[in-house]
């Protein structure tokens, strides 16, 4: 059937354009498609039906297997017989090329299936299942609601996510779904005749083809041709009669504008008169039928006419009373019916073009002309979100579409205002207006007191209030806005943490983002010549606190039913502002009216810590103690940005004179206050302010090796005493039990001075040593790391896992630092150049290097074989197994020298003398060797 219309409909485009046969035969193409689509939909719903009927007879046979005990092995090979006829039915139903010899393929798989005859009820009920399946028609469902029987698969095979698939109310979900039942080769062949008959009509305008009554009356009987068909064939056709009456209605606008516009064929009564009528048979088909689709594809292609005919002459009266007239059909409906779908595109395509327009056309002249047709519009779709929430039923009583109700407002005030730009006090009158519009509905709303229209009013007054708060803005300027929405905000939002009311609380963030908009629109920041009182501090002071006041509402009384699975991120954020804004005020004057900021800048930081602790602490607020993680990171900040300043002046300044030390003095104290206050503090901020101390330290000595004229070694000295005073002051308050929380037992409290060493090792740290071979200075910044290493091995509790691994990294060390000072000696004794390529090639050190490691794997492996403690004896065995490797790889290349004979003597005998008193001990038990560890 859709061949011979697609062939008829591409007869009747040809003969417009002498292209008979192309369209004849691209007619034809495109119906012998939809055909095809349609058979193909019908063989997927019985493949559908059949694979349901084969679960089902499977859960029989379970059943039957269940009841059946005394004969396991014949119930078994009766599954195993239906099973497998089940599974040859749906594979060849699952065939693309089977699907044509459905009807004769799976009866015949059955009748096989029966021919072995283990139980008679299991062949009888599976061919019946399985013939019945076969053979039951696909029902036609409508393409706006859901299929019985794809509901009915879904819930039987899989109920779980069933459950789960909520209905999504999004406009996009609504797309997808629609798109998803809607046959798109329908949808596509009556997109592509309205199109081809819109240019068509202004083709043949163009061209002066045939009688302008001619053209338009067949365009006219094409659209009335293809209502009248789905009419008649509605029950043949099912879901597709919509369709074709929706194109066709369509077309008859096509048609009806074109002859008013274009021509002097009817007047522009006669057309009103019209178009009503066609409107009004829009409405009574859809109503009729109740169709959604047929109402939906008449809309749109009412609103689509004005714009495939335009010529350009910007018609703005006709276009707009069109579009009244159009919108009157969506009122009407949207009394009668519960069509969200329809709601929507009427008010994205009415707005939608309006704004286009508005934006391109618009003259400040239009006004008087254009003002009543947008006040219609936003009238309409106000009364239509009403209506759609007053008349939900029971289960869905008091919901309210969103989309519209919260889209209506943005979209109509922003045209408002593009409107009225051209008056001095436009934008005000505006506001006024919507404010008492939104206040008149939430009035009405609330005399009839229904619970079902509660949320619908809260929702106007939400709006009123908004464009209340727009007024101010408006009549004064941008100066007090942000001033203003901020404590607004501050209170709307503690309001709707009491009240637990997500519309206020949903004010109060949109509120607070305004007020955020417009400071930025006011930057920069000014101040003035008094402190606090001129300028933009009193701003980002309201700011700060507004801010801190909507992140300390959360605490207090914290929703019931959060607003967002994120909302406690907001109070997050806000906390954030406020902290950024606080600094940014006082950090302002600051730098206005001092000369050296910096000490100050770190002194407010510690007390607006300490501050918002104490409040913490005080009304049980538990985001203002998050304002302590800030502190340590903020004041590295400020100390990095100063010091990049200088080091591109090229000049150190003093950092801890009387105002730096103060105010370093005031941030340790209050980050230990703070630390005392957490858990499990984080290791970087255990670490972060011995480190930062420490770094200070290295800044301020910079400043004084320059004042004090001293060497490089003597820098190097100081560098590391410095470094080392936060680090065992940090230990010794541990060891006297004054730390907030135990030391952490890994070396990174050590790291700088570590750091520090590895400078000092390195061959290009010490050049000269003022003539001192033993104890010059980095000898004694070596030994007294030691010492620093020895105490912070103290500062660990003995039952701390860790501690063996401690003493493990002191012993590395020791072995470290005794190689370092003996290679030192010896090169200062010898004046070698200090390179590896000289020292490594000198054989007094290599001959030192290998008597001195054997000495030390000989202490190592009799005080081993003595405790009888394995791991040092293997300690001491390792090494020597590295001196007597390199006996043969390194002193072995040193032929016909003394050194290389001594090494070999010495080290044999030590070797021999190591294996003669020192054997390796007997196996231990975990807790014996516990012990020997502690000793």
Same mark, same amino acid.
């Given at each position: 059937m859709w061949s011979a219309i697609g062939a008829l409909v591409g007869l009747l485009i040809g003969m417009f354009d002498d292209q008979v046969v192309p369209g004849l035969a691209i007619g034809l193409a495109l119906g012998?498609?939809?055909?095809?689509?349609?058979?193909?939909?019908?063989?997927?719903?019985?493949?559908?039906?059949?694979?349901?009927? #084969?679960?089902?007879?499977?859960?029989?046979?379970?059943?039957?297997?269940?009841?059946?005990?005394?004969?396991?092995?014949?119930?078994?090979?009766?599954?195993?017989?239906? /099973?497998?006829?089940?599974?040859?039915?749906?594979?060849?139903?699952?065939?693309?090329?089977?699907?044509?010899?459905?009807?004769?393929?799976?009866?015949?798989?059955? *009748?096989?299936?029966?021919?072995?005859?283990? /139980?008679?009820?299991?062949?009888?009920?599976?061919? +019946?299942?399985?013939?019945?399946?076969?053979?039951?028609?696909?029902?036609?469902?409508?393409?706006?609601?859901?299929?019985?029987?794809?509901?009915?698969?879904?819930?039987?095979?899989?109920? *779980?996510?069933?459950?789960?698939?909520?209905?999504?109310?999004?406009?996009?979900?609504?797309?997808?779904?629609?798109?998803?039942?809607?046959?798109?080769?329908?949808?596509?062949?009556?997109?592509?005749?309205?199109?081809?008959?819109?240019?068509?009509?202004?083709?043949?305008?163009?061209?002066?083809?045939?009688?302008?009554?001619?053209?338009? +009356?067949?365009?006219?009987?094409?659209?009335?041709?293809l209502i009248g068909l789905g009419w008649v064939k509605r029950d043949k056709l099912g879901q597709h009669a919509p369709l074709l009456q929706g194109g066709g209605i369509a077309i008859v606008y096509l048609m009806l504008f074109a002859a008013c516009k274009y021509y002097p064929m009817i007047d522009s009564g006669t057309a009103f008169g019209l178009m009503l009528v066609t409107v009004l048979a829009g409405v009574g088909?859809?109503?009729?039928?109740?169709?959604?689709?047929?109402?939906?594809?008449?809309?749109?292609?009412?609103?689509?006419?004005?714009?495939?005919?335009?010529?350009?002459?910007?018609?703005?009266?006709?276009?707009?009373?069109y579009y009244l007239l159009l919108n009157l059909g969506v009122l009407l409906l949207a009394h009668l019916q519960l069509w969200?779908?329809?709601?929507?595109?009427?008010?994205?395509?009415?707005? !939608?073009?309006?704004?286009?327009?508005?934006?391109?056309?618009?003259?400040?002249?239009?006004?008087?002309?254009?003002?009543?047709?947008?006040?219609?519009?936003?009238?309409?779709?106000?009364?239509?979100?009403?209506?759609?929430?007053?008349?939900?039923?029971?289960?869905?009583?008091?919901?309210?579409?969103?989309?519209?109700?919260?889209?209506?407002?943005?979209?109509?005030?922003?045209?408002?205002?593009?409107?009225?730009?051209?008056?001095?006090?436009?934008?005000?009158?505006s506001t006024i207006a919507y404010a008492l519009i939104y206040a008149g509905m939430y009035g009405v709303v609330r005399r009839q007191q229904r619970d079902d229209l509660q949320r619908f009013g809260q929702i106007q007054l939400g709006f009123a209030v908004m464009f209340a708060s727009l007024i101010v803005p408006f009549w004064q300027g941008g100066q007090w806005t942000s001033f203003g929405w901020a404590l607004e905000a501050a209170g709307l939002c503690w309001l709707g943490f009491v009240q637990q009311s997500r519309v206020s609380r949903?004010?109060?963030?949109?509120?607070?983002? +305004?007020?955020?908009?417009?400071?930025?629109?006011?930057?920069?920041?000014?101040?003035?010549?008094?402190?606090?009182?001129?300028?933009?501090?009193?701003?980002?002071?309201?700011?700060?606190?507004?801010?801190?006041?909507?992140?300390?509402?959360?605490?207090?009384k914290p929703p019931a039913t959060p607003l967002l699975s994120l909302e406690p991120l907001l109070s997050l954020l806000a906390l954030a502002g406020g902290w950024c804004f606080w600094h940014w005020a006082f950090f302002a004057e600051l730098q206005a009216h001092v000369s050296s900021e910096l000490p100050w800048q770190v002194l407010v930081a510690a007390l607006s810590t300490l501050a918002a602790l104490w409040l913490a602490g005080r009304w049980h607020l538990g985001t203002l103690r998050l304002w302590g993680y800030s502190l340590l990171p903020f004041a590295f900040w400020l100390y990095l940005q100063e010091a990049s300043q200088q080091v591109e002046l090229g000049v150190?300044?003093?950092?801890?004179?009387?105002?730096?030390?103060? +105010?370093?003095?005031?941030?340790?104290?209050?980050?230990?206050?703070?630390?005392?206050?957490?858990?499990?503090?984080?290791?970087?901020?255990?670490?972060?302010?011995?480190?930062?101390?420490?770094?200070?330290?290295?800044?301020?000595?910079?400043?004084?090796?320059?004042?004090?004229?001293? *060497?490089?070694?003597?820098?190097?000295?100081?560098?590391?005493?410095?470094?080392?005073?936060?680090?065992?002051?940090?230990?010794?308050?541990?060891?006297?039990?004054?730390?907030?929380?135990?030391?952490?037992?890994?070396?990174?409290?050590?790291?700088?001075?570590?750091? @520090?060493?590895?400078?000092?090792? *390195?061959?290009?740290? #010490?050049?000269?040593?003022?003539?001192?071979?033993?104890?010059?200075?980095?000898?004694?910044?070596?030994?007294?790391?030691?010492? @620093?290493?020895?105490?912070?091995?103290?500062?660990?509790?003995?039952?701390?896992?860790?501690?063996?691994?401690?003493?493990?990294?002191?012993?590395?060390?020791?072995?470290?630092? !005794?190689?370092?000072?003996?290679?030192?000696?010896?090169q200062l004794s010898l004046s070698l150049a200090w390179s590896f390529e000289s020292l490594w090639q000198s054989s007094e050190i290599q001959l030192a290097l290998s008597i001195g490691w054997a000495l030390l794997a000989l202490v190592l492996m009799w005080r081993g074989h003595q405790l009888q403690h394995r791991l040092r004896w293997q300690c001491g065995a390792a090494l020597l197994a590295v001196v007597l490797s390199k006996l043969f790889l390194v002193d072995l290349a040193d032929a016909g020298s003394l050194s290389r004979i001594v090494s070999f003597i010495t080290v044999g005998g030590l070797t021999l003398l190591i294996g003669i008193k020192a054997p390796m001990p007997k196996a231990q038990t975990a807790t014996r060797q516990a012990e020997m560890a502690d000793s």
């Open positions: 012998m498609a939809l055909d095809a689509q349609l058979r193909s939909q019908q063989l997927a719903q019985q493949l559908k039906s059949l694979q349901q009927h #084969v679960a089902q007879l499977r859960a029989l046979l379970q059943q039957q297997k269940a009841a059946l005990p005394a004969k396991p092995q014949q119930v078994a090979d009766e599954m195993a017989a239906a /099973s497998a006829s089940a599974a040859v039915a749906t594979e060849a139903l699952s065939s693309q090329d089977a699907r044509a010899e459905f009807n004769e393929s799976a009866p015949s798989v059955v *009748s096989d299936s029966a021919t072995s005859p283990k /139980s008679p009820w299991s062949v009888s009920d599976s061919q +019946g299942v399985l013939s019945s399946a076969a053979k039951t028609p696909a029902a036609e469902q409508d393409p706006w609601q859901s299929s019985p029987a794809r509901q009915s698969v879904a819930l039987s095979t899989n109920p *779980s996510a069933a459950a789960a698939r909520s209905p999504d109310k999004s406009v996009s979900r609504w797309l997808q779904t629609l798109l998803a039942k809607v046959n798109p080769v329908v949808l596509a062949g009556i997109a592509v005749l309205f199109i081809g008959l819109s240019f068509l009509a202004t083709y043949f305008a163009h061209q002066g083809l045939l009688s302008m009554e001619v053209r338009l +009356g067949l365009i006219g009987a094409v659209g009335l041709g088909l859809s109503w009729l039928q109740q169709s959604q689709p047929l109402a939906i594809l008449a809309t749109v292609g009412g609103f689509l006419v004005p714009i495939l005919t335009s010529d350009g002459s910007n018609n703005f009266v006709g276009l707009f009373t969200r779908p329809l709601n929507w595109t009427g008010f994205v395509l009415t707005f !939608g073009i309006s704004t286009g327009w508005q934006l391109w056309s618009y003259q400040p002249s239009d006004y008087a002309l254009v003002q009543p047709f947008f006040a219609a519009y936003f009238a309409m779709y106000l009364l239509i979100g009403y209506w759609f929430t007053l008349r939900q039923g029971h289960k869905m009583r008091g919901f309210v579409d969103g989309s519209l109700v919260f889209g209506l407002p943005l979209v109509s005030f922003a045209q408002q205002l593009l409107l009225t730009e051209q008056f001095a006090q436009g934008d005000t009158f949903v004010g109060a963030y949109l509120l607070m983002l +305004g007020a955020l908009v417009s400071f930025t629109l006011n930057l920069p920041t000014h101040t003035g010549d008094w402190w606090f009182i001129q300028g933009d501090f009193i701003n980002l002071f309201v700011l700060a606190l507004s801010l801190l006041a909507m992140a300390s509402s959360f605490d207090r150190w300044m003093p950092v801890l004179n009387w105002a730096g030390a103060i +105010g370093i003095s005031v941030l340790t104290w209050v980050h230990y206050r703070w630390l005392r206050t957490l858990d499990k503090p984080h290791l970087a901020y255990l670490l972060g302010m011995p480190w930062l101390l420490g770094a200070l330290l290295v800044w301020q000595a910079q400043v004084w090796s320059y004042d004090w004229q001293l *060497s490089n070694n003597q820098v190097i000295a100081l560098m590391f005493a410095v470094i080392a005073v936060p680090h065992q002051w940090v230990l010794w308050l541990t060891t006297r039990d004054r730390w907030p929380h135990q030391a952490p037992p890994l070396g990174w409290l050590s790291l700088p001075w570590q750091l @520090c060493l590895f400078a000092i090792w *390195s061959w290009s740290a #010490v050049a000269e040593v003022d003539g001192m071979v033993l104890l010059n200075w980095p000898d004694l910044v070596m030994l007294l790391s030691m010492v @620093c290493w020895w105490h912070y091995l103290l500062a660990v509790s003995a039952q701390h896992p860790t501690r063996q691994r401690l003493r493990l990294q002191l012993a590395l060390l020791g072995f470290i630092t !005794g190689t370092v000072l003996l290679v030192r000696s010896i």
